[in-house]
Nanobody, 122 residues
């Protein structure tokens, strides 16, 4: 099993920044990719960004390109999401998830964190 714990959510004004962190523990050697997802009220969950532990692959959904940056620290087993130029439409519960590779993370990741709320006020 892999345990994931998110931190760093909160309330910020439009144009501001937040940094989310996902700490992984347990059988982390069994996963090679971590993604950040978000779900706003009444909307489907979407993958925002993903990265492999090797750092060789990254993915961003179009709406966050140029504003969000995903990074990983292999020594600490953490994956961070730096969010800049935040917009009210970025308001959602953000989750991190992990799987064997990015394809698995995009389709049906087996491991999920509990989520952290991000609220962007206008």
């Amino acid at each position: 099993q892999v345990q994931l714990v998110e931190s760093g959510g909160g309330l910020v004004q439009a144009g501001g920044s937040l940094r989310l962190s996902c700490a992984a523990s347990g059988r982390t050697f069994s996963v090679d990719a971590v993604g950040w997802f978000r779900q706003a009220p009444g909307k489907e969950r979407e993958m925002v960004a993903a990265v492999t532990w090797s750092g060789s692959l990254t993915y961003y959904t179009d709406s966050v390109k140029g504003r969000f940056t995903i990074s990983r620290d292999n020594a600490k087993n953490t994956v961070d999401l730096q969010m800049n130029s935040l917009k009210p439409e970025d308001t959602a519960v953000y989750y991190c998830a992990a799987g064997a590779n990015i394809v698995v993370v995009r389709s049906k990741p087996p491991y999920w964190g509990q989520g952290t709320q991000v609220t962007v006020s206008s």
